[in-house]
């Protein structure tokens, strides 16, 4: 048993689909925990949740860049329509990406910027639950696609348009 997950940590796209949870649930529960700090406005439970905001966030290039490398492997995998959603699925990362680290960076500076000017903290927080909120959407949009690439159950439409060109080698 042990063998055979080390096996699959060898391989990208599964270690893709295990990390993938972390940049939306993860983000959904820290996201809803800074909510709350902020409306008790204690700063030590915004400390905490920004922290867990800023991890969250941060998870996605994890997520991204072990989807890239297993973008092959996957594409061997699925049928055309799967095939055009792996590529929408990769499109939208590839475009929406830097709204995660915009997040980590906005979480990093909401914890230490209120270190020298307090009266920081609350504004930075609204900032970060704002674009915390912008950042789930994204999150839910790139994974909509992301799940229809290998379960059929989920194709309840008609799959992207076939891409002109490919710019994967």
């Known amino acids: 048993m042990i063998d055979a997950i080390l096996r699959g940590l060898r391989q990208p796209e599964y270690v893709h689909v295990l990390l993938n949870p972390l940049p939306v649930y993860g983000l959904l529960i820290s996201w809803i925990g800074l909510i709350i ?30 989807g890239q490398q297993g973008y092959d492997r996957v594409l061997s995998m699925t049928d055309e329509d799967g095939e055009r959603w792996l590529d929408e699925h990769q ?13 980590a960076v906005l979480s990093a500076a909401a914890i230490a910027v209120p270190i020298k000017w307090p009266k920081s903290s609350a504004p930075l927080t609204i900032v970060v639950i704002l674009l915390g909120a912008v950042a789930l959407g994204c999150g839910s949009y ?28």
């Open 37 to 66: 700090a902020a409306v008790l406005k204690s700063r030590r439970a915004q400390v905490v949740t920004l922290l867990l905001v800023l991890l969250s966030s941060f998870s996605a290039w994890p997520v991204y860049e072990f």
């Open 91 to 103: 499109d939208r990362a590839e475009d929406l990406i830097w709204i995660f680290y915009a997040l």
């Open 142 to 169: 790139i994974a909509y696609a992301g799940g229809k690439i290998r379960h059929r159950e989920f194709r309840n439409e008609p799959a992207p348009p076939k891409r002109q060109e490919s710019g994967h080698d």
